[in-house]
C-alpha cells in the first residue's frame, strides 16, 4: 500500500519542480535511487543530474534512461554523497530530495548544503514521513500500544528502520528558514496503512479508503496528517 504513496509523492515533485523551475533548468536529485523521478524531470526537458551512494541503484537507474533513449547530454548520475561530491555552488535551478532527509543525522547541514548548491531563485522540493498521520489516529494508537506494553498485554514490535525524524509543516519551515531559505509550502498526502481493525481491510478496500480520503482533501484540512509530507523552500534572488 505504501506504493500508493511513493507514486503519489513522485507526481507531486515532478509537478512542483516544474512549475517553479523554467524549462531546461538544471535539476538536481539527491538520492535518486532507480531513477523514477529523475527519468520523469528528464523527460520534461530538464537537465538532471542524480546523485546516489549505491551503485546498484544508479545502475538500474542508467538502464532506465538508456531503455528511455534519453540524450546522455541531458543527464549525469552520479555515485556518492550530496554533501561531499565535487558540485559546483549555485550551479542548480532546483533541486529534489525525497526520503532523503529524514536520515540524515544532521538535517541543519545538508539543508546548508542544498542552499549552496542552489542559484540565486532556485527551488528546493524535500520530503519526508509525518509526525502525526491519520492513520494511527493523530497518536492515540501509538500512545494505546505503548500502554499494553507497559501493562504487559502486548509485546514490543522490532523496528522498522523508517528513518530518524518526522514531520510537521512547522517543523519543515523551521528547518528550511534556519538554513536561509523562503519557505513557499508543505503539503502532505497519502492515507494508507491504518492500524486497528482497518488494518484488516483488503487491499482492494484499503486502496478504496486511500482515494476517497485523498479526495476529501481537497475540501477538507487534513493533507497534513497524511503519511508523507512534501515541502518546497526558496533560495533569495538577492
Request: charged content about 25%.
Amino acid at each position: 500500500m505504501n506504493d500508493l504513496v511513493l507514486a503519489n509523492r513522485r507526481r507531486l515533485a515532478v509537478e512542483l519542480v516544474s512549475s517553479f523551475v523554467r524549462p531546461g533548468g538544471r535539476v538536481l536529485d539527491a538520492g535518486c535511487g532507480a531513477g523514477l523521478v529523475a527519468l520523469d524531470l528528464a523527460e520534461r526537458g530538464f537537465f538532471l543530474h542524480g546523485i546516489d551512494i549505491a551503485e546498484p541503484m544508479l545502475e538500474l537507474a542508467r538502464s532506465r534512461f538508456r531503455d528511455a533513449t534519453v540524450d546522455e547530454r541531458h543527464y549525469a548520475l552520479t555515485l556518492g554523497e550530496v554533501e561531499t561530491a565535487e558540485l559546483a555552488p549555485a550551479s542548480f535551478d532546483g533541486i529534489t530530495a525525497l526520503g532523503f532527509i529524514e536520515y540524515q543525522v544532521d538535517e541543519a547541514e545538508l539543508l546548508r548544503r542544498f542552499h549552496e548548491l542552489l542559484a540565486p531563485g532556485g527551488i528546493l522540493v524535500l520530503s519526508g514521513p509525518t509526525r502525526v498521520r491519520l492513520a494511527n489516529y493523530w497518536g492515540l494508537a501509538t500512545k494505546a500500544r505503548a500502554k499494553l506494553i507497559e501493562l504487559g498485554l502486548r509485546r514490543p514490535a522490532p523496528s522498522r528502520g523508517v528513518g530518524l525524524h518526522r514531520y510537521s509543516p512547522e517543523r519543515f519551515r523551521s528547518l528550511l528558514e534556519a538554513a536561509g531559505f523562503e519557505f513557499l509550502k508543505a503539503q502532505g498526502h497519502g492515507f494508507v496503512e491504518f492500524e486497528g481493525p482497518l488494518r484488516r481491510l483488503p487491499y482492494n478496500g484499503e486502496r478504496a479508503l486511500h482515494q476517497a480520503l485523498s479526495a476529501a482533501s481537497r475540501w477538507i484540512p487534513i493533507n497534513r496528517w497524511g503519511n508523507d509530507m512534501i515541502a518546497v523552500g526558496r533560495k533569495s534572488s538577492a
